[in-house]
T-cell receptor
Framework: RKEVEQDPGPFNVPEGATVAFNCTYS??????FFWYRQDCRKEPKLLMS???SGNEDGRFTAQLNRASQYISLLIRDSKLSDSATYLC???????????FGTGTRLKVLA | GAVVSQHPSRVICKSGTSVKIECRSL??????MFWYRQFPKQSLMLMAT?????????EQGVEKDKFLINHASLTLSTLTVTSAHPEDSSFYIC?????????????FGEGSWLTVV
C-alpha cells in the first residue's frame, strides 16, 4: 500500500461546479499536511497547508480527518484556471520526509 | 512565500557527460533541501535529502555515485548527474524547507528539464 494515495482522475467538471478530492495516508505518525498545485511541466506550488481544525482560503477549503487518516480539498465555483494536478503532501517529521501522492488531475470545462 | 531558484531550467547534454543543477534558497536559510525526479505523468519521486554540512541521505534505488549531492552552504545545494544516459532524461526539482514557517512548509524550485542525447 502506498503511503499517500490519491485518485488520479481526471475529474472533468463544468465551470462553476464544486469539486472535492480526498487523499489518504497510511502513517499515523504524520504530522503536517499540504495541498500543492502543479501545472503541466511546471514545479508544484503550495496551495494551502491543512490544519486539524480545517481551513479555508477563498474558494478552497481543506480538512483533515486524523481518525480516518485522510485529508480533503474542496474547490467551490470552479474556474478554468483551476485546471491542474493537485498533489497531496504528508510530512512525517520524525522521518523528516515529505511524501507526495500521485496527484489528482482536474479539468474545468467551459 | 519563500523563493527557491533552480538553474538551469533546461539542459541538453551528450550521453556520458555530467550535468550540475543548482538549487538556491533566495530569502531564507535551508538546512534541508530535497531533490526529486518526475517522469511524464508520474508523481514526484524523492531521490535524496540534502543536509547542509553533512552527507545526503539517498532513497532506496538511487545511486549515490551517479547522483552526487553537495549542500555546501545554507542557501545552496547542487545535484550532479554523472555519466548521464538517455534514461536519466527527466524533470528534476529541488525543494527547500523553510524552518521559519510553522508546519515546516517546503517550497520548490522551478525545476530543471534534463535531456540526454
Amino acid at each position: 500500500r502506498k503511503e499517500v494515495e490519491q485518485d488520479p482522475g481526471p475529474f472533468n467538471v463544468p465551470e462553476g461546479a464544486t469539486v472535492a478530492f480526498n487523499c489518504t495516508y497510511s502513517n499515523s505518525a504524520s504530522q503536517s499536511f499540504f495541498w500543492y498545485r502543479q501545472d503541466c511541466r511546471k514545479e508544484p506550488k503550495l496551495l494551502m497547508s491543512v490544519y486539524s481544525s480545517g481551513n479555508e482560503d477563498g474558494r478552497f477549503t481543506a480538512q483533515l480527518n486524523r481518525a480516518s487518516q485522510y485529508i480533503s480539498l474542496l474547490i467551490r465555483d470552479s474556474k478554468l484556471s483551476d485546471s491542474a494536478t493537485y498533489l497531496c503532501v504528508v510530512n512525517n517529521r520524525a522521518a523528516y520526509k515529505y511524501i507526495f501522492g500521485t496527484g489528482t488531475r482536474l479539468k474545468v470545462l467551459a | 512565500g519563500a523563493v527557491v531558484s533552480q538553474h538551469p531550467s533546461r539542459v541538453i547534454c551528450k550521453s556520458g557527460t555530467s550535468v550540475k543543477i543548482e538549487c538556491r534558497s533566495l530569502d531564507f536559510q535551508a538546512t534541508t533541501m530535497f531533490w526529486y525526479r518526475q517522469f511524464p505523468k508520474q508523481s514526484l519521486m524523492l531521490m535524496a535529502t540534502s543536509n547542509e554540512g553533512s552527507k545526503a541521505t539517498y532513497e532506496q534505488g538511487v545511486e549515490k555515485d551517479k547522483f552526487l549531492i553537495n549542500h555546501a552552504s545554507l542557501t545552496l545545494s547542487t545535484l550532479t548527474v554523472t555519466s548521464a544516459h538517455p534514461e536519466d532524461s527527466s524533470f528534476y526539482i529541488c525543494s527547500a524547507r523553510d524552518i521559519r514557517s510553522s508546519g515546516n512548509t517546503i517550497y520548490f524550485g522551478e525545476g530543471s528539464w534534463l535531456t540526454v542525447v
